[in-house]
């Protein structure tokens, strides 16, 4: 599947472990990594398990497996890096917030787009019931503002990951008050997949003595790849000089396994 592929990039010794979203791929953030990268810093954006194959394929997972991968590369950041920040947009941003609750010593910080935590769609509460009887539902995909931009995402949404990312849900919220370090969230006041409440409800949530909410007032869901993207990826730059312990790096980073490419058009 196009963009279904991890990206990496060898900088200096702060790291950004970077997520995409449900269904998508890392090509819903690939111009973040490329900025973040280009900054100088060591980036892991790992493609999650079931994401940029098929659909069915996808329902084959559970939360648990993209979790497993994201706490994998999160330990691979810290073999080379002093320090790491976490990002993620969607349930880029749930996994993050996840991550920061078992690691809050351990993550430098969170910068979070449109983050779901629960969703007020009465029909997700038919979820456990219909992941028996029907498979998949029409995709969630591309929530994009911006003229001729396009998420590359699968056109179903598989309702056996679905049901499962609702329990992912579950084990989060209840313990948001587990984060502590400093945190950086933007959301979309338009948001046709997530609700802005779930911002409110991370916000309320965290113990973050250093918390701030920032509006994406001209983009839908997929904000990264959306009007506000210039702003979010500029924040999330400022976020890390204001937070590090660290020099700013002096050069770009260098791409492997595999070396980047030009980012996709959109």
Known sequence: MQGGRPLYFQGSKTGVL?????????????????YLAKTGYTVHCPLLPGHGTTWQAMNRTRWTDWYAAVEAEFKALQ?????????????????????????????KGLVLVNPSVTTLDK????????????????????????????????HRMPTR???????????????LNRVTCPLLLYHSPEDHVVEPVNAQIVLEGVSSQQKEERLCPDSYHVATLDNDAPAIFEGSIGF?????????????AVGSKPVATTPHQV
């Not at 990951?161 to 313990?175: E, G, H, Y």
């Not at 000089?241 to 770009?252: G, I, K, Y």
Request: charged content about 20%; some cysteine.
């Open 240 to 252: 890390i000089a204001e937070h590090t312990d660290l020099p700013q790096p002096a050069q770009p």
């Open 79 to 107: 073999e080379t890096c002093d320090e790491v920040f976490v990002m993620g947009v969607s349930m880029g941003g749930t996994l993050s917030l996840k991550l920061a609750e078992d690691y809050p010593a351990r993550v």
């Open 161 to 175: 990951a679905f049901d499962s990312l609702r329990q992912m849900w579950k084990v989060v919220r209840p313990n």
């Open 123 to 154: 029909r997700a509460l038919l979820a456990p019931v219909l992941k028996w009887v029907i498979p998949s539902l029409k995709g969630i995909g591309s929530d994009i503002k911006k003229f001729g931009a396009r998420e590359i995402a699968y």
């Open 18 to 34: 970077l997520l995409h979203g449900f269904t998508g791929t890392t090509q819903g953030v690939e111009f973040w990594a490329y």
